[in-house]
């Protein structure tokens, strides 16, 4: 029988992480390990408001299943199990990392994969005032890729070009979380395309973006709030040109890799994210990644300290999980 413990951890931030919808300064995730043997598998979630999902929620829809889990329930039971989210994520990765433990071969290898190499992730810059922005993107102008925090107010345009002239030579992406209107969202697009954006996350809420199809925009349009998994992706075609593939909202490895091929069938160009959590978190995420035309997987970076056996950073360049870690 398998022995099950969920654990909720507090990770300091560097500072503050900003977004449109609030600031914080430690993140919050929820460890899952599982036990069987000799051997431990491991997965990491961060529960988000935004999808109505609270860490002492989250913590108890796992608990709730810990029965099954210790009676042997695999990864195919757990979809069935548990709803898509934060808390299916933790298991599904937990298990997956089991699994791999227990046959002596990495994850990759089980998943069909080919052996993951290093990527570039992107660095985020918080919202901030246009001065704040521009003194941080000088401190991060050596990152080839930023990813810009806006907030859907007058300040935006401001912001990026504050950013632009901070680091003159990064790739930009901006996010705007949401924050933008169907009456901004083309004016709005075509005034970053003078500073060279290279992409634009979730300009509009996921409810409004319907208002998406048909534009005809100077920078492609990225779904993430828009887009949690297998269900409903076929919709986004025609508003979006990406879709930002998070397993906190695909509810773990296994359905990403699920969402991850039906995008390319679909001609969907595929963006890898995170939460701010710790590299345990991003291991699984790496899997993807190696397949994203961008990668955003700094959470570690924005830490005050990672765990052990963290991912390797040499600047932006990720450098693959030791199996330590994770899978």
């Known amino acids: 029988m398998r022995d099950i413990s969920v654990e909720t951890e507090v990770w300091p931030i560097a500072g503050a992480f900003t977004i449109s919808r609030g600031s914080k300064t430690e993140a919050q995730v929820i460890t899952v390990t599982i036990r069987d043997g000799d051997h431990t598998g491991r997965g990491e979630c961060v529960p988000y408001g935004r999808y109505g999902e609270t860490v002492k929620d989250v913590a108890a829809s796992i608990k709730s299943i810990s029965k099954a889990l210790a009676?042997?329930?695999?990864?195919?039971?757990?979809?069935?199990?548990?709803?898509?989210?934060?808390?299916?994520?933790?298991?599904?990765?937990?298990?997956?990392?089991?699994?791999?433990?227990?046959?002596?071969?990495?994850?990759?290898?089980?998943?069909?994969?080919?052996?993951?190499?290093?990527?570039?992730?992107?660095?985020?810059?918080?919202?901030?005032?246009?001065?704040?922005?521009?003194?941080?993107?000088?401190?991060?102008?050596?990152?080839?890729?930023?990813?810009?925090?806006?907030?859907?107010?007058?300040?935006?345009?401001?912001?990026?070009?504050?950013?632009?002239?901070?680091?003159?030579?990064?790739?930009?992406?901006?996010?705007?979380?949401?924050?933008?209107?169907?009456?901004?969202?083309?004016?709005?697009?075509?005034?970053?395309?003078?500073?060279?954006?290279?992409?634009?996350e979730q300009p509009l809420p996921a409810k409004d973006d319907e208002a998406l199809r048909g534009l005809v925009t100077p920078i492609p349009f990225c779904a993430d709030e828009s887009v949690h998994g297998l269900e409903g992706l076929t919709r986004l075609v025609g508003l979006y040109d990406y879709i930002n593939i998070n397993l906190d909202k695909t509810g773990g490895l296994t359905e990403a890799l699920s969402v991850l091929r039906c995008a390319r069938r679909r001609d969907l160009k595929v963006m890898v994210g995170c939460m701010v959590a710790t590299s345990l978190a991003m291991a699984p995420a790496m899997l993807i990644a190696q397949d994203a035309e961008f990668v955003d997987l700094d959470g570690p970076l924005l830490l005050a300290k990672d765990r052990a056996h963290g991912i390797r950073f040499d600047g932006s360049m990720m450098e693959p999980p030791e199996r330590e870690l994770w899978g």
Request: charged share 25%; proline share 5%; hydrophobic share 45%.
């Open 71 to 200: 009676d042997g329930m695999t990864r195919d039971d757990l979809q069935r199990a548990m709803a898509r989210g934060a808390g299916r994520n933790a298991v599904d990765c937990a298990l997956w990392d089991l699994e791999a433990k227990i046959a002596g071969e990495p994850v990759w290898q089980m998943a069909g994969l080919k052996a993951p190499q290093p990527r570039a992730t992107a660095y985020t810059l918080s919202l901030g005032t246009p001065d704040e922005m521009r003194d941080a993107a000088r401190v991060q102008s050596d990152r080839p890729l930023l990813k810009l925090k806006l907030g859907g107010t007058g300040d935006d345009i401001a912001r990026v070009a504050a950013v632009r002239e901070g680091a003159p030579n990064a790739t930009l992406i901006v996010d705007a979380n949401e924050g933008w209107s169907a009456e901004n969202v083309l004016p709005m697009a075509h005034a970053l395309a003078e500073f060279g954006v290279a992409l634009i």
